[in-house]
Nanobody, 125 residues
Framework: QVQLVESGGGLVQAGGSLRLSCAASGRTLSGYPMGWFRQAPGKEREFVGHMRRSGGTTYARSVEGRFSISRDNAKNTAYLQMSSLKPEDTAVYYC???????????????????WGQGTQVTVSS
């Protein structure tokens, strides 16, 4: 059974930093594309970034240069390092993996088939 567990969310002031973790069990993270998404109240869940099986990354324009995805294969855990946070970054953040397309580069949430429960990030102004 695949399980993804996010942690690291919290309240931070604008301009601050947070690091989210996504611990996986049941599948090896490095074997699949791994994505981060976020959902603000009243809005659709949106793509934040992903790390491909190769280790390459892609980010949404709104976070490029401020957010960074990394992976610790020994711990089977991925990270989302968020810096220069803005109030508009406030959302529930989710990690997900796309096991049906191990060599893909998915940006659409429909392409991801396993999801974590989410962790709240609140950025105060």
């Amino acid at each position: 059974q695949v399980q993804l567990v996010e942690s690291g969310g919290g309240l931070v002031q604008a301009g601050g930093s947070l690091r989210l973790s996504c611990a996986a069990s049941g599948r090896t993270l490095s074997g699949y594309p791994m994505g981060w998404f976020r959902q603000a109240p009243g809005k659709e869940r949106e793509f934040v970034g992903h790390m491909r099986r190769s280790g390459g990354t892609t980010y949404a324009r709104s976070v490029e240069g401020r957010f960074s995805i990394s992976r610790d294969n020994a711990k089977n855990t991925a990270y989302l390092q968020m810096s220069s946070l803005k109030p508009e970054d406030t959302a529930v953040y989710y990690c997900a993996i796309a096991t049906a397309t191990p060599w893909g580069a998915p940006r659409d949430r429909s392409e991801y088939n396993y999801w974590g429960q989410g962790t709240q990030v609140t950025v105060s102004s």
